[in-house]
């Protein structure tokens, strides 16, 4: 039931995730390269329509594998050849050990209902010193309780973290890394996976 809210609201997601611009991509992917060979994959984890993923993924020379638990979300992903999509929930992803180069979380991980499963989950599908990429709203006074209470009204565990709170979280689960500032209501963290 918590995610049911993103089966209605899939068509307003594909159309609000035009916002991306060529220069997001670039950010994104400047922040995965390290991380991502040519020709390596990355998960775009609760990715949605996947506009983020299927952006970054040609200027790494990669692929993406959009990974959401709403079909109808997945139905909206655009079919390039370097994107496939996968029906799944962040704390149980049907991957093999080390499987990615990198896992992508952009504006999800608030919403995941158990974040300590599925950052295990991460540290396992992710290879030793692959990366973790994570664009997250803020924690504080700039994410009003307005917006936490309509989050928890619609099913939703709205997880915000402050950065240091979740560079510590991260940290406890193996992916070691900081936060930048985006903008004054949000931050980028970029974490590398040590065993």
């Known amino acids: ?33 390290p991380f991502v060979p040519s020709g390596g994959l990355f998960a775009d984890l609760g990715g949605g329509t996947g506009d983020l993923g299927a952006g970054v993924a040609p200027l790494l020379d990669a692929r993406v594998i959009v990974i959401d638990p709403t079909p109808q979300m997945l139905r909206r992903v655009d079919p390039f050849p370097w994107v496939s999509t996968r029906l799944a929930h962040a704390e149980a992803l049907p991957f093999p050990p080390a499987y990615f180069d990198a896992v992508l979380c952009s504006d999800s991980f ?36 307005l917006v936490m209470s309509l989050e928890h009204l619609l099913g939703e565990p709205a997880g915000f973290l402050t950065p240091a709170g979740s560079e510590a979280l991260l940290a406890a689960h193996g992916i070691v890394g900081v936060s930048h500032r985006q903008t004054k209501a949000s931050y980028l963290f970029v974490g590398t996976v040590r065993r």
């Open 110 to 145: 608030h919403h995941f209902l158990d974040q300590h499963a599925a950052l295990d989950e991460i540290h396992r599908v992710v290879r030793p010193g692959g990366g973790f990429v994570m664009l997250e709203p803020e924690a504080g006074p700039r994410v009003s309780r």
């Open 1 to 33: 039931m918590a995610m049911s809210i993103f089966a209605w609201l899939a068509p307003l997601f594909k159309a609000a995730s035009r916002r991306w611009s060529e220069d997001d991509f670039r950010l994104i992917a400047d922040h995965l390269k």
